[in-house]
Structures are given as structure tokens and as C-alpha cells.
């Protein structure tokens, strides 16, 4: 199965993951909004036990954003990586932070598309 590796915007939180990629996805809620500072963030879900932290950092800082939901970043570059939801076997990884992202293409799922700006529109293109 195949690697796929990424990294946080200054590298210190870097990561490396194999399994399968599951419910790849663009998410425009408030939460993910604030939380990036960007209209859309696209993410990606892998098995939580086949991803490795390989940079010197180590895990990812951890914010709780919800009850049931912590989001990782990087204490250094502040870099947004990854989401993980209490009791859930898998991990979201945005999907711009991936040295190559270009086999992750979102799905047709946008989650709260509704609160994008209405001067965002998103086009996913498939070739
Ligand atoms: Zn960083
Ligand atoms: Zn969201």
C-alpha cells in the first residue's frame, strides 16, 4: 500500500500514513473556517493506527474544538494537520498539507457549504 507523507507549513509536524484514503471532502463550517483562517478546508480520513508523526516535533499540539473533536497543528508555524474525534478509528489530515496531494481529490460531499462566502465557489475538476 502506498505512503502518503505531509508536513505542516515550517515541517517540524510531519507525518506519514498508509491504509487506504477515505471520505476525501471539503468542510466550510465556521469551526473549520476559524480554525484555518481560510473559506474551505479540504480534508481526507485514514486508519488513526497506520499513521506514524515522523518530524522532530513529534504529535501535533491539539486544540479541543468540540466535545467529541480536537484539532492538531504545529506549536511552531501554527500549520493546521489534522482533526480527531473521541472513539473514531480514523484520522482527518488536510488534504494541502500532503507533500502530493494530487490523488486526494474531494469528493462530491461539502460540508456546510452553505457557510462559504457567497464569493467562494469551489469547482472540483476530475481528469
Ligand atoms: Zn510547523
Ligand atoms: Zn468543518
Not at 491504509?19 to 476559524?34: A, E, I, N
Not at 522532530?56 to 486544540?63: D, H, M, T, V
Request: hydrophobic share 30%; proline share 8%; aromatic share 10%.
Amino acid at each position: 500500500m502506498k505512503n502518503h507523507e505531509g508536513q505542516c507549513l515550517c515541517g517540524h509536524i510531519r507525518f506519514r500514513v498508509e491504509g487506504r484514503p477515505t471520505f476525501p471532502h471539503l468542510c466550510s463550517c465556521r469551526t473549520c473556517q476559524r480554525w484555518s483562517g481560510a473559506p474551505t478546508v479540504a480534508w481526507v480520513e485514514f486508519p488513526i493506527d497506520r499513521l506514524v508523526w515522523t518530524g522532530e516535533g513529534g504529535e501535533p499540539a491539539l486544540y479541543q474544538s468540540s466535545q467529541k473533536t480536537r484539532r492538531g497543528f504545529c506549536p511552531k508555524c501554527g500549520g493546521t494537520v489534522c482533526a480527531i474525534d473521541e472513539g473514531y478509528d480514523k484520522i482527518s489530515l488536510t488534504i494541502a498539507s500532503f507533500d502530493d496531494a494530487s490523488p486526494l481529490v474531494p469528493g462530491k460531499q461539502h460540508s456546510y457549504g452553505k457557510q462559504a462566502p457567497p464569493w467562494w465557489s469551489v469547482t472540483i475538476r476530475r481528469d
